[in-house]
């Protein structure tokens, strides 16, 4: 990638996998649909069952060959994120809670402001945390051993 192409790369995303949008250019205007994948590197997004295209595909070791039907990516600025509140299309914002956390908000004419809750998916794990302890694994007892005593300074090198 050149340096200009570089330049127009989106920056901060504010649409995620799992957000529902609907397509507001090309030709499937107006439909809606949930994001299946961020493609960052080329600011675009695949929408699940939206955009299809034929695909020819030659016959090769281990898989057949032929016409398939797949989902073609679709430029993020032709997506919008749906308001939760009213089901339309809107523009997304960034908002600090009162406790400190960040949100997504809905935002743009005829927007509910309401919060745009961050999709399910992403709350789940492609690959699990291991659960049994790995050759290289610190035991449990000396992670929570206390090696440094604040009130007397024991634990500190001698510098």
């Not at 939206?50 to 595909?57: A, E, P, Q, R, Y």
Request: hydrophobic share 35%.
């Amino acid at each position: 990638m050149g340096w200009k192409a570089a330049e127009k790369l989106i920056r901060h995303w504010k649409i995620l996998r799992g957000d529902n949008v609907m397509i507001i250019r090309g030709k499937d205007k107006g439909e809606t649909g949930t994001i299946k994948r961020v493609i960052r590197s080329q600011n675009r997004v695949i929408v699940e069952g939206k955009n299809l295209v034929k695909k020819h595909i030659k016959q090769g070791q281990g898989h057949e060959g032929g016409i398939f039907t797949v989902e073609a990516p679709i430029h993020a600025s032709n997506v919008q994120v749906l308001d939760p509140a009213t089901g339309k299309p809107c523009k997304v914002g960034i908002r600090y809670l009162e406790d400190g956390t960040k949100v997504r908000v809905a935002r743009g004419i005829g927007a509910s402001e309401s919060i745009i809750p961050r999709p399910e998916i992403l709350k789940i794990r492609t690959t699990p945390r291991p659960t049994v302890l790995g050759p290289k694994d610190t035991p449990m007892d000396l992670v929570l051993e206390r090696t440094y005593d604040a009130k007397t300074g024991r634990g500190m090198p001698e510098l």
